[in-house]
Nanobody, 122 residues
């Protein structure tokens, strides 16, 4: 069992940056694959990025490659999503996700955070 709490969302102009954080609680939180999904108004939730428990392997959806970077600090049980060169189409609620198995676009993890709003103005 793991609990996830996101932070770091907000309002930013196009071209700007934000860093999202997801704090995981639970004795074995560092053993979990972690990921980020997002849901824009009127759209389905979509995969953004994922990272292995070791941090060695990372995965991204094509639309964010080169702009968003996922990382983790297992000593702090925290995963980050550094968001650069933001675009209005990045506007969405961003959700942290975790699972003992690999997270993928078609296979989200079992545990979810409450979400944090990111709004990018043009």
């Amino acid at each position: 069992q793991v609990q996830l709490v996101e932070s770091g969302g907000g309002l930013v102009q196009a071209g700007g940056s934000l860093r999202l954080s997801c704090a995981a609680s639970g004795r074995t939180a560092s053993s979990y694959y972690m990921g980020w999904f997002r849901q824009a108004p009127g759209k389905e939730r979509e995969f953004v990025a994922a990272i292995s428990w070791s941090g060695i392997s990372t995965y991204y959806t094509d639309s964010v490659k080169g702009r968003l970077t996922i990382s983790r600090d297992n000593a702090k049980n925290t995963v980050y999503l550094q968001m650069n060169s933001l675009k209005p189409e990045d506007t969405a609620v961003y959700y942290c996700n975790a699972d003992l198995n690999r997270i993928a676009a078609t296979r989200p993890g079992s545990y979810w955070g409450q979400g944090t709003q990111v709004t990018v103005s043009s």
